[in-house]
């Protein structure tokens, strides 16, 4: 009888062990799952916060854009595809990327990370090749907008910006372009601009040396001002600016220059549309070309020194080389592939 009890005893603090065992494996496991909880729970929009820069854009290279469209999104991503290599040079590249990233940079300021409903991605060619094939990019620049998507590793074709980027530099602000662009996204986003006061201080400052320099030299200012010779010169450079491609800027009513959101713009760098003041700048260069070219064949030729006039022939035909240069990049700049090159003097 007494074999037979402390047998039971063994039995039962053997089951009751068993018991604690399973008991101390079961908290375990929750503690564990609990632990990963906030990892399970944490919504794709996190992991973009971890990629947004101090601008308020993401950029991404080829392992950035495998980790966001890996996993679900309850957000709408806006990608701009570009790229920043000189040798393919593309303007409307440069002229783009500083407007997409202002506007980047001003819905960061102005929600909160709970209230964003979208991500602005920097895609630059040379960092995502990949990204480019996997996502079917086959040119720059390209404004894309992808929806939210509700599987992982859904990588649909996405919705192409319906605005062509060879009308931007002839819009007024690319800035309010690029808003208009996200309004129908539910993004709302306010400009605030403050008073140039530093381009007043340089008009005023402009104004204020040109006053005391004028008057300090009146004499000169005022021989010049009577030269008919002079003006002889400014009223044939301003018939020729005025008849070369006027009649064309007045009828098909082209805008006089452009506004980047930044500065002005004089050329248009599309081959295929104009500025109405590129038509005075190239008049401008072309009738001074023209007047070197006369002042040296009946000018200095009646310099009475041998040395007077090669030294005239050497100031012309350096005035020549430059202007030439001037007029060459200009073309480099409404076609990159301009095979020309002359001086690396480029005003515009």
């Known amino acids: 009888m007494a074999v ?5 005893r063994q039995d039962i603090h053997a089951s009751d062990y068993s018991s604690n065992v399973n008991v101390m494996f079961v908290l375990q496991l929750l503690f564990g799952l609990l632990g990963l909880l906030p990892a399970c729970i944490a919504s794709s929009s996190d992991l973009l916060d971890s990629y947004v820069s101090n601008d308020g854009v993401i950029y991404a290279d080829d392992q950035i854009i495998q980790a966001i469209f890996a996993q679900e999104r309850n957000f ?8 920043e290599r000189e040798s393919v040079n593309c303007q409307f590249c440069k002229v783009f990327a500083p407007d997409f990233k202002l506007v980047a940079s001003l819905y960061d300021k102005q929600t909160t990370d709970s209230e964003k409903e979208m991500y602005f991605l920097y895609v630059d060619l040379d960092s995502n090749r990949e990204a480019f094939k996997t996502l079917g990019m086959t040119h720059v620049p390209n404004l894309v907008f992808y929806p939210p998507a509700t599987a992982k590793g859904d990588i649909k074709r996405g919705l192409l910006a319906e605005h062509k980027f060879t009308t931007f530099l002839r819009d007024d602000s690319q800035v309010d372009v690029l808003i208009d662009i996200l309004k129908p996204y539910g993004v709302n986003i306010e ?3 403050e008073f140039p006061w530093s381009k007043l201080i340089e008009a005023i400052g402009l104004a204020i040396i040109t006053i005391v320099v004028g008057f300090a030299f009146r004499e000169k200012v005022l021989k010049l001002w009577r030269n008919k010779k002079i003006w002889l010169a400014i009223s044939l450079m301003s018939v020729i600016m005025f008849i070369s491609g006027h009649m064309y800027n007045v009828t098909r009513g082209t805008k006089f220059m452009g506004y980047n959101g930044k500065d002005y713009v004089l050329i248009d760098p599309s081959f295929q549309s104009q500025f109405a003041v590129e038509t005075q700048i190239v008049a401008v260069l ?8 006369i002042g040296m064949i009946k000018l200095v030729s009646q310099l009475k020194t041998r040395s007077a006039q090669s030294l005239a022939t050497i100031i012309c035909s ?8 001037i007029l060459i990049n200009l073309f480099k700049v409404k076609s990159y592939g301009f095979p020309i090159s002359l001086l690396p003097i480029s005003l515009f």
């Open 191 to 193: 400009i605030v601009t």
């Open 286 to 293: 072309y009738s001074s070309l023209a007047f070197i070219a």
């Open 4 to 8: 037979v009890m402390a047998k039971a």
């Open 76 to 83: 709408t991503l806006c990608a701009l595809f570009t790229t």
């Open 318 to 325: 350096l005035a020549l080389l430059v202007i030439c240069s």
